[in-house]
T-cell receptor, first 115, second 112 residues
């Protein structure tokens, strides 16, 4: 079945450091891929998405490229800020994977950025 | 534009009590979802609905019930609360397959 695996956290970085959060997926079809962010005490917010191979999603300085050959969708940011401290979730939606296209989430990676 | 609204934000229940978590959206989305989030465990799908009058079980439906009488509302019912249902509950909606979800701000439920 479809699944998403993302790197274990927590990840602790200093301000202005480079961020990578790895995400790989297993899917039977051609899924859409998403990154969501959850700030403390809040619900999840869509950060970026990509709907087909080689697409790059970007938002607020974050980027992720849909790599079909490596089944990956790694999240990157060149210079993190304290305000980026949150939990990040990778997710996929595969309409042909038997789950009615419902989003399948990874377990989340907690990021803490220190000043 | 309110998006997805959940009430209440916090609730403490005693074992065996019942309650309804309310969820309403004003975006005319067809699909609605209920998830629970336990610490370090990500999100688990409880129930979902693809339109008014249609509901289906997710990964962890036991102990819960839902109904979808209108496009806007998707309440989640706990009939006999148990400590294992202590969690944060999120409602979400989306227009259709291939679109991302819009989440509510969550209901933090404690069963004692």
């Amino acid at each position: 079945g479809n699944s998403v695996t993302q790197m274990e956290g927590p990840v602790t970085l200093s301000e202005e450091a480079f961020l990578t959060i790895n995400c790989t997926y297993t899917a039977t079809g051609y899924p859409s891929l998403f990154w969501y962010v959850q700030y403390p005490g809040e619900g999840l917010q869509l950060l970026l998405k990509a709907t087909k191979a080689d697409d790059k999603g970007s938002n607020k300085g974050f980027e992720a490229t849909y790599r079909k050959e490596t089944t990956s969708f790694h999240l990157e940011k060149g210079s993190v800020q304290v305000s980026d401290s949150a939990v990040y979730f990778c997710a996929l939606s595969d309409p042909y994977g038997g789950s009615q296209g419902n989003l399948i989430f990874g377990k989340g990676t907690k990021l803490s950025v220190k000043p | 534009n309110a998006g997805v609204t959940q009430t209440p934000k916090f609730r403490i229940l005693k074992i065996g009590q019942s309650m309804t978590l309310q969820c309403t959206q004003d975006m005319n989305h067809n699909y609605m979802y209920w998830y629970r989030q336990d610490p370090g465990m990500g999100l688990k799908l409880i129930y979902y609905s693809v339109g008014a009058g249609i509901t289906d079980k997710g990964e962890v439906p036991n102990g819960y019930n839902v109904s979808r009488s209108t496009t806007e509302d998707f309440p989640l019912r706990l009939e006999l609360a148990a400590p294992s249902q202590t969690s944060v509950y999120f409602c979400a909606s989306r227009l259709g397959v291939g679109n991302g979800y819009t989440f509510g701000s969550g209901t933090r439920l404690t069963v004692v």
